[in-house]
Nanobody, 121 residues
Framework: QVQLVESGGGLVQPGGSLRLSCAAS????????MGWYRQAPGKQRELVAT???????NYADSVKGRFTIARDNAKNTLYLRMSGLKPEDTAVYYC???????????????WGQGTQVTVSS
């Protein structure tokens, strides 16, 4: 019904920058909140940042001032601009969207497959 495809991950040196993208497609009627989560090896998945359909943002304390979340509602695309990257930012980053489909009026949670971000010298 709904597919979320992330891109933009990779290997970057400490202090570097990356931009992640997440494109949503399928039987979409509307998208409510969207967000980025990450999971490091041996750790639980954690929230990185969220954004409402109106543009209100929320960030984990660990990324405030370094990461910026944004969305293009016309393109159903979510972004995460990451700067000042640290080794502890290394993780698989997942896109999440709360979507109302044309088939069912109740919002459902959808996840992307994840993209690896590695911060290392």
């Amino acid at each position: 019904q709904v597919q979320l495809v992330e891109s933009g991950g990779g290997l970057v040196q400490p202090g570097g920058s990356l931009r992640l993208s997440c494109a949503a497609s399928g039987s979409i009627f509307s998208i409510n909140d969207m967000g980025w989560y990450r999971q490091a090896p041996g750790k639980q998945r954690e929230l990185v940042a969220t954004i409402t359909s109106g543009g209100t943002t929320n960030y984990a304390d660990s990324v405030k001032g370094r990461f910026t979340i944004a969305r293009d509602n016309a393109k159903n695309t979510l972004y995460l601009r990451m700067s000042g990257l640290k080794p502890e930012d290394t993780a698989v980053y997942y896109c999440n969207a709360r979507v109302v489909t044309v088939l069912w009026p109740v919002p459902g949670d959808y996840w992307g497959q994840g993209t690896q971000v590695t911060v290392s010298s």
